[in-house]
Each structure stands twice: as C-alpha cells, then as structure tokens.
C-alpha cells in the first residue's frame, strides 16, 4: 500500500459510522452481511449505510456482491492488512523489538465481540 491509498483509507475510516460498519463486517467474515441488516444493527437509514458502504468500498476496504435481491458487503482482508504493514513497515527505526508486541498480539481473539 502506498501513502496516498493510506489516506484514503483512513479518512474513509475517520467517521463514526464508516468505523462501526467496517468492525462488523470484520466479526461477519468473508460470508459479509446485506446492506439492509447492516442498517439495522447500527439504527441508520439504508440510504445513510449505503453513502457510508460506496466510501469504504471506494477506500478498497469492502467489497460488494449481489445475492438474489441483497447487496451483500465484506471486509476486504487484504487491504486492512496492507494498512497495517503501511504503518509498522519501518518500525522502530530498524528495532523490530520494539514493535514486537504489537505485532504478536492475536487479532482473533474468541469470545471478543466489537466494541459499541
């Protein structure tokens, strides 16, 4: 990932309902949830999680796919991950065991649901 696609996701990420769609996605996996279910678990309108989905798939960080009458979005694994190792590529200035902790904390943690 390079500094520009970096800032466009994070600012895609930078709003509150962006983040909060992105984190259930990512509980969802790679089956993802249909815009319309999307809109209920969080207590928005359709339209306003659609606006919010099309930014955070314009930032590479969902995908789309039609099931029957659904749209149906996922989290886009790769580029989270490409924006991760954005930001802890030179880490540490050359003292990987600074960073260590960090990147050895599990990110699949069972029985931890997202944070609300």
């Not at 990932?1 to 962006?18: P, V």
């Not at 815009?35 to 306003?48: C, D, R, W």
């Not at 955070?56 to 960080?61: D, P």
Request: charged share 20%; with cysteine; proline share 5%.
């Amino acid at each position: 990932m390079d500094e520009h696609q970096a800032l466009i996701a994070f600012g895609a990420l930078a709003q509150e309902t962006r983040l909060r769609l992105l984190r259930l996605l990512v509980v969802a996996g790679p089956d993802g949830i249909a815009a319309g279910s999307l809109a209920q678990q969080i207590e928005v309108s359709p339209s306003n999680v659609s606006f919010h989905l099309k930014e955070l798939e314009r930032a590479g960080l969902v995908t789309q796919r039609r099931d029957a009458r659904s749209i149906v979005y996922s989290a886009e694994y790769e580029a989270m991950s490409g924006l991760i190792r954005f930001l802890m590529e030179d880490c540490c200035s050359g003292r990987p065991e600074i960073c260590a902790p960090a990147l050895a904390a599990p990110c699949c943690q069972p029985g931890k649901g997202t944070r609300q």
